[in-house]
């Protein structure tokens, strides 16, 4: 038997080509290091709308259940555009992360330093190195409220609701605080104190849960404020930890700052080992089947896999390394600068395999 089993789901558009390039990484770090990785296949998306009626069926559910880690490419596309929301790709996107209680989302910001002319902020405002992580409440808030549709005065109107209870606010302020200790010990929280009372909430019990943690030092920011901080002085922060809403809009500016959305990984979590592992990037149609997508962002998402659900620091900080080290020289057609050595999306994978 071997010692993990990882459930993919490879998705729709670039999914299978980029998932294919992480499982080959994955495989060489599993013989460098001297572990073994059994792999599942389940669907998701479009490709599961196609097959089996649903975006998420259950089968789906249940192999992911069943497994260690889960690795997923990307949902969606034209094809699936005209279904009704419930019934679309990205309906099954949601499904999954609720079935799985993934209410922890993880994405850093890392610049990395052949890629610095990639992003769009002045070189001396990234200086030497740029490490953001972003910890995005994921199952809760305005996302999951009650919604819905009135009349006022007979205008047509519609309303949303932000609620968190203080358990959901503690349980993402522990994943936040011990990843805090796990770097430099600095971690900020971000909300809208000054105008919502979910917010204050919030606040209160992310101070409540500081208790805990005397090292890491505590500091709090409005979610205004964090945006504009974010472009003028993104050096400052180490780990950011925020609701639902706030997370997913401040997450997709950290990740321009770091350049290119072909690079971004991300880790989703429940608390438990169980973990599921994705580019932040979507299907990309337009390239989909042209074997020029950039599976580095799957790549990493692997080294997030190996570090936070299987407990394998070195092979991830190897990953990392190798991606680095190619870099340098190779560059897929997303992020290529003249001088540099383009490559497709398959090549890139053995290039990173091979500088393992
Ligand atoms: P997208 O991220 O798929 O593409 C945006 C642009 O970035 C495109 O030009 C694309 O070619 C490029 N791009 C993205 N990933 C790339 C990579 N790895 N290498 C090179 N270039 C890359 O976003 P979109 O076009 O808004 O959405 C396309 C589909 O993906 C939609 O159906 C959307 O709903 C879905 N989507 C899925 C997810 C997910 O599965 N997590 C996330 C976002 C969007």
Known sequence: MADYKITLLKGDGIGPEIVNQAVKVLDAACDKFGFTVEYDEALLGGCAIDAAGVPLPDETIAKCKASDSVILGAVGGPKWDTLPGNQRPEAGLLGIRGALGLFANLRPSVIFGSLKSASPIKDEIIGGNLDIMIVRELTGGIYFGERGRKEVNSIPAAWDTEMYSTEEVERIARVAFDLAMKRNKKLTSVDKANVLESSRLWRETVI??????????????????????????????????????????????????????????????????????????????????LGIANPLATILSVAMMLRYSLDRPQAADAIEAAVAKVLETHRTSDIYEEGLIKVSCEEMGDLVCKAL
């Open 208 to 289: 409540k849960v500081s208790e805990e943690y005397p090292e890491v030092e505590l500091n709090h920011m409005y979610v205004d404020n964090c945006a504009m901080q974010l472009v003028r002085n993104p050096r400052q922060f180490d780990v950011i930890v925020t609701s639902n809403i706030f997370g997913d809009i401040l997450s997709d500016e950290a990740s321009m700052i770091a350049g290119s959305i072909g690079m971004l990984a991300s880790a989703s979590l429940s608390g438990g080992k169980l973990g599921l592992y994705e580019p932040i990037h979507g299907s990309a149609p337009d390239i989909a089947g």
